[in-house]
T-cell receptor, first 114, second 108 residues
């Protein structure tokens, strides 16, 4: 049982390049989330999904797109990377409403945009 | 605007020196308050969930309490391995709002 895994662990992009971050969970969780974490700030929600085929915007969605084609996977895309997107990105999953609501996090992806 | 504020930003303790971390929140409809631990270079790890004022949860040297406007994470006789960033979060609907965290350093 691997929990939540993220690929890649590190990445350096040049401004304007695109990339996709992959999140996978093997806990059969319905809900999945993408956050970014910046120094001195809390985790900020980018996008989330409450089930396969559904996505919704979080607090800071601009510049990002997501897809949830399979229940176990949640992809985060950057179409044209900007230096402001330099951050650590965390994926998380949780069981559906009615559960206690805690989230299980992946190890993170450190992204640098130059 | 919903907010979660944690204090202090950083806390340095000697081993065995008990203390408390604070999390104050303003949300229109609290559906759970969470504490997480985050070690450097890793993702947050769930510790506790609290739902109503007066509720308490304990785990080893940690005890979390909840009032109507804030939560405390009490650390009793901390050890160096308790050094980490502790995050507080509140749940509102589908979303969870995180505080910036308190970095705890425990010196042997």
């Amino acid at each position: 049982n691997a929990g939540v895994t993220q690929t890649p662990k590190f990445r350096v992009l040049k401004t304007g390049q695109s990339m996709t971050l992959l999140c996978a969970q093997d806990m059969n969780h319905e809900y999945m989330y993408w956050y970014r974490q910046d120094p001195g700030m809390g985790l900020r929600l980018i996008h989330y999904s409450v089930g396969e085929g559904t996505t919704a915007k979080g607090e800071v969605p601009d510049g990002y797109n997501v897809s949830r084609l399979k229940k176990q996977n949640f992809l985060l895309g950057l179409e044209s990377a900007a230096p402001s997107q330099t951050s650590v990105y965390f994926c998380a999953s949780s069981p559906p409403q009615g559960h206690s609501g805690e989230q299980y996090f992946g190890p993170g992806t450190r992204l640098t945009v130059t | 605007e919903d907010q979660v504020t944690q204090s202090p930003e950083a806390l340095r303790l000697q081993e065995g020196e008990s203390s408390s971390l604070n999390c104050s929140y303003t949300v229109s409809g609290l559906r759970g308050l969470f504490w997480y631990r985050q070690d450097p270079g890793k993702g947050p790890e769930f510790l506790f969930t609290l739902y109503s004022a007066g509720e308490e949860k304990e785990k080893e040297r940690l005890k979390a309490t909840l009032t109507k406007k804030e939560s405390f994470l009490h650390i009793t006789a901390p050890k160096p391995e308790d050094s980490a960033t502790y995050l507080c979060a509140v749940k509102e609907g589908f979303k969870t709002i995180f505080g910036a965290g308190t970095r705890l350093f425990v010196k042997a």
